[in-house]
Every structure is written in C-alpha cells, then in structure tokens.
C-alpha cells in the first residue's frame, strides 16, 4: 500500500528567509504524480505544486519548488522569500493513476503547519 | 482550474439527523470526489463520483451512511446520514484536473451535537 509520511508537524520561519518541508512516501509503482497543497486557517485547499515522476526535472512555481529524489523517495517543498501569506497547513499528496480504473484516488500525508513569523 | 461551491458552508446538527451537502462545480468534470477532514487530521478519501454510475466507496465507508447522488457532469451531493458526534468533520469535495490534479471546494464543516 502506499503512504506518505511528513516528519515535521509544525515548523516556523522569519519573514523574507526560506523554508523547507519534507515528505516521503512509499510505493512500488513507477509512473504516479506528487503534489503539495496548502491549506490556510480559511481551510481552502490549494494546489501549490505538481510533479510527475517519470520528469527528473524539478518543478518550480514562482516562489515555491520542489526537490524531487525518486530513488529515495522524497518530495521536497522550498519556499523562498517566505510571506505572511504562507502561513498554512501543507500537505503533501501521492497519486498512482489506474488506467481505465474508477478511480484516481489522492493519498495525504498529515501535514505540515508552517507559520511564517513578521 | 474549477471553481467549486459547497452549501451549507458549516452547520451544527442533532445525533441521529442527516445532512446534505452540495458539491457544485463551473464546469463539466467527469469525476468528483468527497473527503473527510477530522479536526486537525488530514484528508481521507470518502468515495469517487463519476456521472452515469454508482459512487466507489473507500474500506471503512458505507453507502447507507454516506450516499452519494451524481445527476450531472457539473453537481453532485453527500448526505451523512444517523448522525453522531464522531461525524463532525469537515467534509470537501473535489474535481479531478487535466494532469491527474485535483481542485478542491471550501469544505463543510459539520458539528454533531
């Protein structure tokens, strides 16, 4: 079965520094995408970022990009030039698509609550 | 990507009672989903909605306690039925994107008393 793990439940960073959030996972599949979502107190789910694993590039996303280590299994998430804004709950997702399946089912791990100090 | 209206936004219901949220989307999309949030847990997978067929529920969830309606490509609904205090959540659907992404609505956030 799949899981993804984050280690950190709450982290702090000064305004204007840069942060980042871990996440591992576990699978047996080769072809799945990573996500990272971003939950602020308003509880909207966001979608940060996005990464297929079959793309040994990076993805990137403005301020936000991820450093992403297949064999390792681990799914980073860099903010840089942290904002007031970022102050959220992050959440890091896996998804294995099932062709021709029913479904395309979105694994969360527990998340990281970010809070970026002033 | 969708913009995604739920209703109620929030309600305080008695045990024993259901509730009917409704998942409402700008867009055509083939498949929908409904999550469960627990106060300060993370998101759980409650089924998958698709236009045209019977909701697929995740282990652990049940078509008499959640059932879930799909009459068109853009609306769908989820009734927590016989309500108790373990229910209160906050319940989100979503939309699948074009990328295997997916978008998600502002959520209901449900208290059981």
């Known amino acids: 079965a799949q899981t993804v793990t984050q280690s950190q439940p709450e982290m702090s960073v000064q305004e204007a520094e840069t942060v980042t959030l871990s996440c591992t996972y576990d699978?047996?599949?080769?072809?799945?995408?990573l996500f990272w979502y971003k939950q602020p107190p308003s509880r909207q789910m966001i979608l940060v970022i996005r990464q297929e694993a079959y793309k040994q590039q990076n993805a990137t996303e403005n301020r936000f990009s991820v450093n992403f280590q297949k064999a390792a299994k681990s799914f980073s998430l860099k903010i840089s030039d942290s904002q007031l804004g970022d102050t959220a709950m992050y959440f890091c997702?896996?998804?294995?698509?099932?062709?021709?399946?029913?479904?395309?089912?979105?694994?969360f791990g527990t998340g990281t609550l970010l809070a970026v100090q002033p | 990507s969708a913009v995604i209206s739920q209703k109620p936004s929030r309600d305080i219901c008695q045990r024993g009672t259901s509730l009917t949220i409704q998942c409402q989307v700008d867009s055509q999309v083939t498949m929908m989903f409904w999550y469960r949030q627990q106060p300060g847990q993370s998101l759980t997978l409650i089924a998958t909605a698709n236009q045209g067929s019977e909701a697929t529920y995740e282990s652990g969830f049940v078509i008499d306690k959640f059932p879930i309606s799909r009459p068109n490509l853009t609306f769908s609904t989820l009734t927590v039925s016989n309500m108790s205090p373990e229910d209160s959540s906050i319940y989100l659907c979503?939309?699948?994107?074009?990328?295997?992404?997916?978008?998600f609505g502002p959520g209901t956030r449900l208290t059981v008393t």
């Open positions: 997702a896996f998804m294995n698509p099932l062709y021709g399946g029913a479904t395309n089912k979105l694994i």
């Open positions: 979503s939309v699948a994107g074009s990328s295997y992404e997916q978008y």
């Open positions: 699978t047996s599949e080769s072809n799945y995408y």
